[in-house]
C-alpha cells in the first residue's frame, strides 16, 4: 500500500512515524517544496521516497501523484489545503485525507470562521468586527479598547497582537501601539494575500488558559484527541513574542489538571457544531482534521481562539507516544466515510511533551536565523525514548542540515508524569549542536510544575467567574 | 533609597515612556527627589533627568511617550546610592544604572565592558566575565543603542530585583514587584542573587554569576521600605508585616488596652495582625493632608516634619480616655513617635499610650544605601529602652527581637541582613 503525505514540516514528520508504525506497513511517500531530513528517512525506509520541488503547486501534485498513483492521500498543512490541492486531486480520483478550500476557509479567514460561529449562535463564540479597509479599522481601534487584533487571514500564526487595557494612564500608548501594529498586519502580512478581501479581524479580549483539541472526523462522526496545550511565548516563563508554538504538554489521558471532563465535553460539543454548521454552510462534507484552539475564559468558559484545519503543529507530535490506534486505518476510515466503526485508542498512563528549539531571530527576525549549520544526536534522543521530530531545517547539497528560520525541529518525549517528560525533552534537546556558534533557545520550563501549577490557578479564576456570568445570564449580553 | 524600573518590548509598535513614568511613580515611595530615565529606539539613547524634591512631581507632568522608544531604564531616589552613566564609543552607547553603596561603580563597569568589547563576543558573556570582580549590595540596570537590556541582582540578594512580562510585547524588571502589575504586566519571579537577565527583541536568557544559592536580603525592606502589595523572594511583604504585627499582639495579650491604631501608613498591617492576636479593635486614627510623604525617604529635615504633621491629624474622638496600642514599624529618630504620642496624649486626651515598634531596635547605620540617620540620631543607638519610652513619652515601649524577625525569615527561607539591628553586615563595606 502506498500513502503520499504533502507537506515538509514537523506535522507531516510526525504523521509520516504514526503511519510507520501502522501494522499495513505502507511505503511512504512525501511530496514537498524542500528535503526534510526526517521525512527523508521514513520515507527511504519504508520504500517510499521524497519528490521535493521548490515551486510546488497543485498540478505538480497531481502529476507526481499520478506517477506514484498512492492509495491515500494526506495534505498536511493548510496552505496546501487553501490552495486547492485536496479539490484538484480528489477530482481526479485520489482518496485524499484533508480539508477542500472551501470547508478549510474556516482556518483561513477568521472573519468567515467568526461570522459562522455568529450565524449559526455556536456557543463559545465572541464579539468580533472584520474591515476590508484600514482606515476604518482604524477609527474602530481609536473608539475601542480592551481587543485583539488580528490579521484577517491565518498567516503562519503571524501578526496576532493581544494588548490588555485596563489602565486608564497607559490606554494613549496601548491606542498607538494597535494602530501602529494595524498598519503593519496591512502593509506588511496582508498584503501578500490575494485571496481574501477582509484585512483585519478585532475581537475582544479574553482571558483564560488556552489549549487545543484535535478531532478527526468523516462529516458525520467527531473523534476527538486528548487535550494538548502549546505554549505560544517564545521565552521562559511565558516572556517574549508569540511564536507558532515552542513547546506542548498532555496527559496523562484525556484531560489536562487545568481542565475538567465537563469543560472538554462541551468543548467538543462546540466543535462538532461547527462542523456540522460549516458543513450546512459549504455543501461539503468534511474529511480530515478539524483543530480547535480553545480557551477557557472568564467571559464564557470554553471559547474559541481559531479553528486549524489540520493537525495542530506542535500538539500533533504528542500523539506519537500515546497513539495506539492504527492512524492509517483512520485516516482510511474517514476517507471512506466509516469513521463510525473506528475508535481512537490512547494510552492513558503516561503524559507526553514536545519542544522545539529554534534560532535566535525566531519568529521577529528570521532572515538572521537563516541557514545556520546545526548537527542532531538522534542516537542520544532516541536512547532517552525520545522522537526527533525535524521542522525548519534542510539539507543542502553537500549532506549539511541547515536552518530555514523557523523553529528547526522538535523532540517529543513520554514519562510518568508531564514533569518527567519534560526534563527528558530538556536531556534530549542538549543533543541538538550548533555548530557555528549561533545561538539556539528552547523553553526549559515546558511542562515544569511552577507552570503547570500557574495555569490551574489561572484557569480556576476563569472558572469562578464564567460559573457567575453564566449563572447570572451575563454571557454575550450587555446593558 | 531607589527604585529601578526597566522595560523591554518585543515589537517595535512600542512607545513605552509612559511604562517608565508609572513605573517610576509607582515606586516613589522609595524616595522621589533624583530621577533618571534611559530610552533608546535601537539606534541610540537618550536621557532624561529630573532633580529636586518635587522631581516625581515633574515626572508626572513631563509627557514622556514624547520621547519615541521601545526599550528603556529609569531610577527614581532619594540619595547618592543611584548611579547613572551613559558611555559612547565608536556607534555603541550603553546606558547603566546601579542602586547600589559603592561609589564609581557605574562607570567603573560601564568603562570595562566598553573597554573589551569586540564584534565577536556579546554583552551577556562579557557581562559575565567582568561582574564576579563586584561584589556588594547592589542591582543594576543597564541598555544599549542595540536594543538589549541587562538587569542583575548581585549575590547574596539583599538588594531586590522581580521580572514580570506583558502578554506577548513586554519583559519588565522592577526593584518591587508591585510596579509590574501596576504596567498591567504579570509578575513571574524574583531574579536570583547573582542572576543577571538578558532580553532583546529576539532572546531571553538567564546568567548565573555564582554558584551559591542562598538569599540573605535586606529585613528593611522587609519590615518598612517596600510596597505591601509588593513580594518579594516569593514572600507577600502585606503579611509579613501583619504576622509581625500578630507576634507583637499574643505577647501582649496582658496588656490592658482599649484600641489599636497604626501609624500610617507603613504600619497599618502590623495594627491589622496586632488587632486579631490581642482581639481589640482597631481604630482609624489618622487623617492625611496632601500628597504622602515617607518620612525615611524625605532627606530634608524640615520637610520631614512637616510630613509628620500634615500625614497624622488625629481622629480626637476615639482616644479620650482610651488606652491606645500604638503601632510603628520602626523607631528611629524617634521624631514621628514623639509627634505623634504629643497630639494624641496632650489634644486627644488618651489615657495610656503603649507604644508597639514592629522591629527590632534600630542602632546602626545602612552601609548598602537605606537612608537611616547617622548613628548618633538613632534613639535606640544613645539612649536605654527606658530612656527611650520617656524621650517619646510613652508609657511602655515594645520592640521585636532579631530573633523574632529570622524566625519569621526562617519560615521563607530566607536569611536575613539585620546590620542596622546588630551592627554586623553579611558584605565587607567597600
Known amino acids: 500500500?502506498?500513502?503520499?503525505?504533502?507537506?515538509?514540516?514537523?506535522?507531516?514528520?510526525?504523521?509520516?512515524?504514526?503511519?510507520?508504525?501502522?501494522?499495513?506497513?505502507?511505503?511512504?511517500?512525501?511530496?514537498?517544496?524542500?528535503?526534510?531530513?526526517?521525512?527523508?528517512?521514513?520515507?527511504?525506509?519504508?520504500?517510499?521516497?521524497?519528490?521535493?520541488?521548490?515551486?510546488?503547486?497543485?498540478?505538480?501534485?497531481?502529476?507526481?501523484?499520478?506517477?506514484?498513483?498512492?492509495?491515500?492521500?494526506?495534505?498536511?498543512?493548510?496552505?496546501?489545503?487553501?490552495?486547492?490541492?485536496?479539490?484538484?486531486?480528489?477530482?481526479?480520483?485520489?482518496?485524499?485525507?484533508?480539508?477542500?478550500?472551501?470547508?478549510?476557509?474556516?482556518?483561513?479567514?477568521?472573519?468567515?470562521?467568526?461570522?459562522?460561529?455568529?450565524?449559526?449562535?455556536?456557543?463559545?463564540?465572541?464579539?468580533?468586527?472584520?474591515?476590508?479597509?484600514?482606515?476604518?479599522?482604524?477609527?474602530?481601534?481609536?473608539?475601542?479598547?480592551?481587543?485583539?487584533?488580528?490579521?484577517?487571514?491565518?498567516?503562519?500564526?503571524?501578526?496576532?497582537?493581544?494588548?490588555s487595557d485596563f489602565q486608564e494612564y497607559l490606554k494613549e500608548s496601548k491606542r498607538e501601539a494597535r494602530i501602529e501594529h494595524a498598519r503593519e498586519i496591512v502593509a506588511n502580512i496582508m498584503a501578500s494575500y490575494r485571496d481574501i478581501d477582509y484585512k483585519i479581524l478585532i475581537e475582544e479580549r479574553l482571558e483564560g488558559v488556552e489549549y487545543?483539541?484535535?478531532?478527526?472526523?468523516?462529516?458525520?462522526?467527531?473523534?476527538?484527541?486528548?487535550?494538548?496545550?502549546d505554549h505560544p511565548h517564545a521565552f521562559e516563563m511565558d516572556l517574549g513574542p508569540e511564536t507558532g508554538g515552542m513547546g506542548s504538554i498532555q496527559g496523562p489521558g484525556y484531560l489536562l489538571p487545568f481542565i475538567t471532563s465537563a469543560e472538554y465535553e462541551e468543548s467538543i460539543s462546540i466543535i462538532?457544531?461547527?462542523?456540522?454548521?460549516?458543513?450546512?454552510?459549504?455543501?461539503?462534507?468534511?474529511?480530515?482534521?478539524?483543530?480547535?484552539?480553545?480557551?477557557?475564559?472568564?467571559?464564557?468558559?470554553?471559547?474559541?481562539?481559531?479553528?486549524?484545519?489540520?493537525?495542530?503543529?506542535?500538539?500533533?507530535?504528542?500523539?506519537?507516544?500515546?497513539?495506539?490506534?492504527?492512524?492509517?486505518?483512520?485516516?482510511?476510515?474517514?476517507?471512506?466515510?466509516?469513521?463510525?466503526?473506528?475508535?481512537?485508542?490512547?494510552?492513558?498512563?503516561?503524559?507526553?511533551?514536545?519542544?522545539?528549539?529554534a534560532p535566535r531571530g525566531y519568529p521577529g527576525n528570521r532572515s538572521i536565523a537563516t541557514d545556520h549549520p546545526i548537527k542532531v544526536d538522534e542516537k542520544e534522543i532516541d536512547r532517552l525514548g525520545c522522537y526527533t521530530l525535524y521542522s525548519g531545517v534542510y539539507i543542502d547539497d553537500s549532506g549539511n542540515m541547515l536552518t530555514?528560520?523557523?523553529?528547526?525541529?522538535?523532540?517529543?518525549?513520554?514519562?510518568?508524569?508531564?514533569?518527567?517528560?519534560?526534563?527528558?525533552?530538556?536531556?534530549?534537546?542538549?543533543?541538538?549542536?550548533?555548530?557555528?556558534?549561533?545561538?539556539?533557545f528552547y523553553r526549559r520550563d515546558i511542562g515544569s510544575k511552577t507552570l503547570l501549577s500557574k495555569r490551574i490557578e489561572q484557569a480556576e479564576l476563569a472558572r469562578k467567574v464564567y460559573r457567575y456570568r453564566r449563572e447570572n445570564d451575563l454571557l454575550y449580553r450587555s446593558l | 533609597?531607589?527604585?529601578?524600573?526597566?522595560?523591554?518590548?518585543?515589537?517595535?509598535?512600542?512607545?513605552?515612556?509612559?511604562?517608565?513614568?508609572?513605573?517610576?511613580?509607582?515606586?516613589?515611595?522609595?524616595?522621589?527627589?533624583?530621577?533618571?530615565?534611559?530610552?533608546?529606539?535601537?539606534?541610540?539613547?537618550?536621557?532624561?533627568?529630573?532633580?529636586?524634591s518635587d522631581a516625581s512631581r515633574k515626572l508626572e507632568d513631563l509627557e514622556l511617550d514624547r520621547v519615541k522608544g521601545w526599550i528603556g531604564i529609569g531610577a527614581i531616589s532619594s540619595t547618592d546610592s543611584m548611579e547613572s552613566i551613559l558611555i559612547s564609543r565608536e556607534g555603541l552607547q550603553?546606558?547603566?544604572?546601579?542602586?547600589?553603596?559603592?561609589?564609581?561603580?557605574?562607570?567603573?563597569?560601564?568603562?570595562?565592558?566598553?573597554?573589551?568589547?569586540?564584534?565577536?563576543?556579546?554583552?551577556?558573556?562579557?557581562?559575565?566575565?567582568?561582574?564576579?570582580?563586584h561584589t556588594g549590595a547592589f542591582t543594576l540596570l543597564m541598555i544599549s543603542n542595540k536594543g538589549e537590556m541587562l538587569a542583575y541582582r548581585s549575590y547574596p540578594g539583599i538588594k531586590h530585583l522581580a521580572l514580570g512580562g506583558y502578554g506577548f510585547d513586554l519583559a519588565i524588571v522592577s526593584t518591587?514587584?508591585?510596579p509590574i502589575e501596576i504596567l498591567g504586566g504579570e509578575v513571574k519571579r524574583s531574579l536570583y542573587p547573582g542572576e543577571a537577565i538578558y532580553v532583546a527583541q529576539d532572546i531571553f536568557e538567564s546568567i548565573k554569576t555564582t554558584n551559591h544559592t542562598e538569599r540573605t536580603v535586606c529585613s528593611f525592606e522587609y519590615i518598612y521600605l517596600a510596597r505591601p502589595d509588593s513580594e518579594m523572594d516569593g514572600v507577600n511583604i502585606y503579611e509579613f508585616r501583619r504576622e509581625l504585627g500578630e507576634l507583637l499582639g499574643y505577647r501582649s495579650r496582658h496588656k490592658n488596652i482599649d484600641i489599636v491604631v497604626g501609624i500610617p501608613d507603613t504600619a497599618i498591617p502590623y495594627a491589622i495582625g496586632y488587632s486579631n492576636a490581642t482581639r481589640k479593635p482597631i481604630e482609624y486614627g489618622f487623617v492625611a493632608t496632601g500628597q504622602k510623604i515617607r518620612t525615611i525617604a524625605t532627606s530634608d529635615p524640615r520637610e520631614r516634619i512637616i510630613g509628620i504633621q500634615l500625614k497624622l491629624n488625629p481622629i480626637k474622638k476615639i482616644y479620650r480616655d482610651r488606652n491606645i496600642a500604638l503601632i510603628d514599624d520602626s523607631l528611629v529618630s524617634g521624631e514621628t513617635l514623639r509627634n505623634t504620642?504629643?497630639?494624641?496624649?496632650?489634644?486627644?486626651?488618651?489615657?495610656?499610650?503603649?507604644?508597639?515598634?514592629?522591629?527590632?531596635?534600630?542602632?546602626?547605620?545602612?552601609?548598602?544605601?537605606?537612608?537611616?540617620?547617622?548613628?548618633?540620631?538613632?534613639?535606640?543607638?544613645?539612649?536605654?529602652?527606658?530612656?527611650?519610652?520617656?524621650?517619646?513619652?510613652?508609657?511602655?515601649?515594645?520592640?521585636?527581637?532579631?530573633?523574632d524577625i529570622e524566625e519569621l525569615f526562617k519560615r521563607y527561607n530566607l536569611a536575613p541582613c539585620l546590620g542596622c539591628f546588630t551592627g554586623k553586615y553579611p558584605l565587607k563595606v567597600g
Open chain 1, 272 to 357: 462538532r457544531k461547527t462542523i456540522d454548521a460549516l458543513q450546512k454552510d459549504v455543501g461539503e462534507l468534511y474529511t480530515g482534521v478539524l483543530s480547535a484552539q480553545m480557551m477557557i475564559t472568564s467571559q464564557y468558559g470554553p471559547t474559541v481562539i481559531e479553528y486549524y484545519s489540520r493537525f495542530g503543529d506542535p500538539e500533533v507530535s504528542n500523539l506519537l507516544p500515546i497513539l495506539e490506534t492504527d492512524i492509517l486505518e483512520l485516516f482510511e476510515y474517514a476517507v471512506d466515510r466509516k469513521l463510525s466503526k473506528a475508535k481512537i485508542e490512547i494510552r492513558e498512563d503516561i503524559a507526553t511533551v514536545v519542544k522545539a528549539i
Open chain 2, 1 to 52: 533609597m531607589t527604585g529601578l524600573i526597566g522595560v523591554v518590548a518585543f515589537d517595535k509598535v512600542w512607545n513605552i515612556g509612559r511604562f517608565i513614568k508609572y513605573g517610576l511613580l509607582a515606586l516613589q515611595h522609595r524616595g522621589k527627589e533624583k530621577i533618571d530615565i534611559y530610552i533608546g529606539d535601537g539606534a541610540s539613547l537618550k536621557k532624561i533627568t529630573i532633580r529636586g
Open chain 1, 404 to 440: 530555514t528560520g523557523s523553529r528547526a525541529l522538535e523532540v517529543s518525549c513520554y514519562g510518568d508524569s508531564i514533569e518527567e517528560a519534560s526534563q527528558k525533552a530538556n536531556l534530549a534537546l542538549n543533543h541538538v549542536e550548533s555548530l557555528d556558534g549561533w545561538r539556539f
Open chain 2, 341 to 403: 504620642i504629643k497630639i494624641i496624649r496632650n489634644k486627644a486626651g488618651a489615657r495610656e499610650i503603649h507604644v508597639v515598634i514592629g522591629s527590632p531596635k534600630i542602632k546602626y547605620h545602612c552601609p548598602y544605601g537605606v537612608n537611616l540617620p547617622s548613628q548618633e540620631n538613632l534613639l535606640s543607638s544613645k539612649a536605654t529602652d527606658d530612656e527611650a519610652r520617656k524621650y517619646i513619652e510613652a508609657d511602655t515601649v515594645t520592640w521585636l527581637t532579631t530573633e
Open chain 1, 212 to 229: 487545543t483539541i484535535m478531532t478527526i472526523t468523516d462529516g458525520s462522526t467527531v473523534l476527538p484527541l486528548p487535550v494538548i496545550q
Open chain 2, 94 to 133: 550603553i546606558a547603566i544604572i546601579v542602586d547600589g553603596h559603592i561609589r564609581g561603580m557605574a562607570r567603573e563597569i560601564g568603562d570595562r565592558l566598553m573597554g573589551k568589547i569586540d564584534f565577536k563576543r556579546d554583552l551577556p558573556e562579557l557581562f559575565k566575565e567582568i561582574i564576579t570582580d
Open chain 2, 176 to 178: 518591587e514587584t508591585a
Open chain 1, 1 to 163: 500500500m502506498k500513502v503520499a503525505i504533502i507537506g515538509e514540516g514537523a506535522r507531516e514528520h510526525a504523521i509520516a512515524l504514526m503511519l510507520q508504525q501502522s501494522s499495513r506497513d505502507p511505503k511512504i511517500y512525501n511530496i514537498a517544496t524542500y528535503r526534510n531530513p526526517g521525512l527523508l528517512r521514513v520515507a527511504e525506509r519504508s520504500g517510499g521516497k521524497v519528490i521535493a520541488y521548490r515551486d510546488l503547486n497543485p498540478e505538480i501534485a497531481l502529476h507526481i501523484a499520478n506517477e506514484i498513483s498512492p492509495d491515500l492521500i494526506i495534505v498536511g498543512p493548510e496552505e496546501y489545503q487553501f490552495k486547492g490541492y485536496v479539490d484538484l486531486l480528489k477530482s481526479h480520483g485520489f482518496p485524499v485525507f484533508g480539508a477542500t478550500r472551501a470547508l478549510a476557509e474556516i482556518e483561513k479567514s477568521k472573519v468567515y470562521m467568526r461570522s459562522l460561529m455568529e450565524r449559526y449562535r455556536i456557543p463559545g463564540r465572541v464579539r468580533y468586527s472584520a474591515f476590508k479597509d484600514l482606515d476604518e479599522a482604524l477609527d474602530h481601534i481609536k473608539r475601542s479598547g480592551d481587543v485583539v487584533l488580528k490579521p484577517a487571514r491565518q498567516a503562519g500564526g503571524k501578526g496576532v497582537k493581544v494588548i
